[in-house]
């Protein structure tokens, strides 16, 4: 677990529950200015996110988490999205490649020690991204997972030392694909194959129908979150 942190810009945090996601962007934006990042992963939430983002001209610095191992339909969402919005999204990588991480920890580390490959390929990279920004901005929904049913739509991230936006906290499942295709969102075709959920192509696998949405998320293991949205340890 990580110590907490102290904010990197304290402020009084406003409460924004029932306001728009759109407003919560916008609020987000003239709070922090060029100090606010969005990291998405691509998942239907994190498009959705770019859309409000790109629609608004919000001068939003945005980010994702390359860890090399995504699926080849990710990348070209990727490209899409750029082409779409007229936006670059920064690749932030790993220190080690996939080789290299082979050469240290033995091929497949995720298959071992699921933990240690995350933090290595996720946790270390989104945390030296975020260092330079005051607020970053997540795509997470409350009724995703446990862990996350508790968010607030803009809270103080102390395992990475800056205030948390989510926008998109009180959204459901079926919000979130109307927005998609209202505005013809681009989105993962994997979503249509059986993807709900999308992360690392060797820790997602399909789910079946009845499942949980996150059922196909390193499958097998009681692991359901990448260490990116948890909570550190108190002070
Ligand atoms: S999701 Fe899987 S491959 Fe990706 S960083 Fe985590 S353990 Fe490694």
Known sequence: MTAALPLRAPTE????????????????????GPGLTFATGFGAEGCVVIDLIARARLPVDLFT???????????????????????????????????????VHGPRLWEREPDRCCDLRKVRPLRAALAPFDAWITAIRREQTPERATARLVEPDRKFGLVKVNPLAAWT?????????????PYNALHDRGYPSIGCAPCTSPVA?????????????????????TEATKP
């Open 13 to 32: 945090l406003p409460d924004l529950e029932g306001a728009s996601a759109l407003e919560v962007l916008r609020w987000a934006s003239e709070q922090y």
């Open 65 to 103: 988490l390359d860890t090399g191992v995504l699926f080849p339909e990710t990348y070209e969402l990727w490209r899409q999205l750029e082409a779409r919005y007229g936006v670059t999204i920064r690749g932030v990588t790993p220190v080690q490649t996939i080789a290299a991480q082979e050469l």
């Open 209 to 229: 129908p009845g499942e949980d949405a996150r059922a196909g998320r390193w499958r097998g293991s009681s692991k359901n979150e990448c260490g990116l949205h």
């Open 173 to 185: 499942h079926d919000d979130v694909w109307a927005h998609i295709y209202r505005h013809d969102v």
